[in-house]
Protein backbone atom coordinates (compact mmCIF):
# COMPACT_ATOMS: atom_id res chain seq x y z
CA UNK A 1 0.00 0.00 0.00
CA UNK A 2 1.42 3.20 -0.93
CA UNK A 3 2.34 5.28 2.11
CA UNK A 4 2.83 8.86 1.76
CA UNK A 5 5.40 11.08 3.98
CA UNK A 6 5.63 14.85 4.45
CA UNK A 7 8.94 16.68 5.47
CA UNK A 8 10.59 20.16 5.66
CA UNK A 9 7.80 22.54 7.58
CA UNK A 10 8.68 24.15 10.56
CA UNK A 11 8.50 27.62 11.21
CA UNK A 12 9.78 30.78 9.70
CA UNK A 13 9.54 34.29 9.51
CA UNK A 14 6.95 36.52 6.81
CA UNK A 15 8.73 36.64 3.49
CA UNK A 16 10.58 33.49 4.22
CA UNK A 17 10.84 30.21 2.20
CA UNK A 18 10.60 26.47 3.10
CA UNK A 19 10.12 23.65 0.59
CA UNK A 20 8.10 20.48 1.35
CA UNK A 21 9.04 16.98 0.08
CA UNK A 22 6.16 14.19 -0.43
CA UNK A 23 7.82 10.86 -0.70
CA UNK A 24 6.36 7.16 -0.86
CA UNK A 25 6.77 3.86 0.49
CA UNK A 26 5.27 0.54 -0.56
CA UNK A 27 5.05 2.34 -4.52
CA UNK A 28 5.89 4.83 -6.57
CA UNK A 29 4.54 7.91 -6.92
CA UNK A 30 5.48 7.65 -11.03
CA UNK A 31 1.58 7.34 -13.03
CA UNK A 32 -0.02 9.75 -9.98
CA UNK A 33 -1.56 12.83 -9.63
CA UNK A 34 -0.14 14.43 -6.93
CA UNK A 35 -1.77 17.04 -5.01
CA UNK A 36 -0.51 19.69 -1.80
CA UNK A 37 -2.95 20.61 0.88
CA UNK A 38 -3.29 22.38 3.79
CA UNK A 39 -5.82 22.86 6.40
CA UNK A 40 -6.22 25.40 9.54
CA UNK A 41 -8.52 23.43 12.37
CA UNK A 42 -11.87 24.63 12.68
CA UNK A 43 -11.83 25.74 8.88
CA UNK A 44 -12.23 23.47 5.22
CA UNK A 45 -9.51 21.81 3.71
CA UNK A 46 -7.79 23.81 0.92
CA UNK A 47 -6.25 22.31 -2.31
CA UNK A 48 -2.69 24.47 -2.75
CA UNK A 49 -1.68 22.83 -5.46
CA UNK A 50 -1.49 19.62 -7.72
CA UNK A 51 1.08 18.30 -10.30
CA UNK A 52 -0.18 15.83 -13.10
CA UNK A 53 1.59 12.42 -13.36
CA UNK A 54 3.90 13.49 -16.01
CA UNK A 55 5.16 17.08 -14.40
CA UNK A 56 3.95 18.59 -17.20
CA UNK A 57 1.08 20.42 -16.16
CA UNK A 58 0.24 21.99 -12.64
CA UNK A 59 -2.65 23.87 -11.36
CA UNK A 60 -2.58 26.39 -8.05
CA UNK A 61 -5.01 27.84 -5.49
CA UNK A 62 -5.02 31.57 -6.25
CA UNK A 63 -4.19 32.07 -2.52
CA UNK A 64 -0.45 31.09 -3.58
CA UNK A 65 -0.45 31.40 -6.76
CA UNK A 66 3.26 33.15 -7.93
CA UNK A 67 4.45 32.50 -4.91
CA UNK A 68 4.60 28.37 -4.21
CA UNK A 69 5.68 25.96 -7.42
CA UNK A 70 5.20 22.38 -7.07
CA UNK A 71 7.28 20.06 -8.98
CA UNK A 72 8.26 16.03 -8.96
CA UNK A 73 11.44 14.16 -9.97
CA UNK A 74 9.43 10.31 -10.98
CA UNK A 75 13.18 8.84 -11.13
CA UNK A 76 13.83 10.30 -7.01
CA UNK A 77 9.71 9.45 -6.04
CA UNK A 78 9.27 12.71 -4.51
CA UNK A 79 7.18 15.81 -5.23
CA UNK A 80 8.21 18.78 -3.86
CA UNK A 81 6.09 22.20 -2.92
CA UNK A 82 8.56 25.37 -2.90
CA UNK A 83 6.75 28.28 -1.13
CA UNK A 84 8.14 31.76 -1.40
CA UNK A 85 6.97 35.15 0.31
CA UNK A 86 5.31 33.22 2.80
CA UNK A 87 2.77 34.97 5.12
CA UNK A 88 1.34 34.29 8.61
CA UNK A 89 -2.12 33.30 6.63
CA UNK A 90 0.12 30.42 4.99
CA UNK A 91 -0.03 28.71 8.78
CA UNK A 92 -1.22 25.49 8.44
CA UNK A 93 -0.81 21.74 8.40
CA UNK A 94 0.23 20.76 4.65
CA UNK A 95 -0.47 17.44 3.06
CA UNK A 96 0.32 15.61 -0.05
CA UNK A 97 -2.18 12.96 -1.58
CA UNK A 98 -1.79 10.77 -4.66
CA UNK A 99 -4.37 10.16 -7.34
CA UNK A 100 -2.77 6.82 -8.79
CA UNK A 101 -3.80 6.19 -12.52
CA UNK A 102 -4.65 9.60 -13.12
CA UNK A 103 -2.29 11.97 -15.83
CA UNK A 104 -4.42 15.20 -15.49
CA UNK A 105 -4.90 16.95 -11.53
CA UNK A 106 -8.06 18.08 -9.85
CA UNK A 107 -7.36 20.48 -6.41
CA UNK A 108 -10.24 19.05 -5.32
CA UNK A 109 -9.57 16.55 -2.22
CA UNK A 110 -12.05 13.91 -3.48
CA UNK A 111 -9.89 12.87 -6.26
CA UNK A 112 -7.41 12.15 -4.16
CA UNK A 113 -6.77 8.10 -2.36
CA UNK A 114 -3.54 8.46 -0.51
CA UNK A 115 -2.59 10.78 1.96
CA UNK A 116 0.41 11.75 4.28
CA UNK A 117 0.20 12.42 7.88
CA UNK A 118 1.10 16.05 7.29
CA UNK A 119 3.54 18.94 8.24
CA UNK A 120 3.11 21.83 10.17
CA UNK A 121 4.31 25.03 8.21
CA UNK A 122 4.10 28.13 10.84
CA UNK A 123 4.96 31.86 9.66
CA UNK A 124 5.12 34.43 12.05
CA UNK A 125 5.02 38.15 11.49
Known amino acids: QLQLVESGGGLVQSGGSLRLSCTAS????????IGWFRQVPGKAREGVAC????????DYANSVKGRFTISRDNALNIVYLQMNNLSPLDTAVYSCAADPGTHRCFRGEYEYDYWGQGTQVTVSS
Open 51 to 58: ISSSGYSS
Open 26 to 33: GGTLAGSA
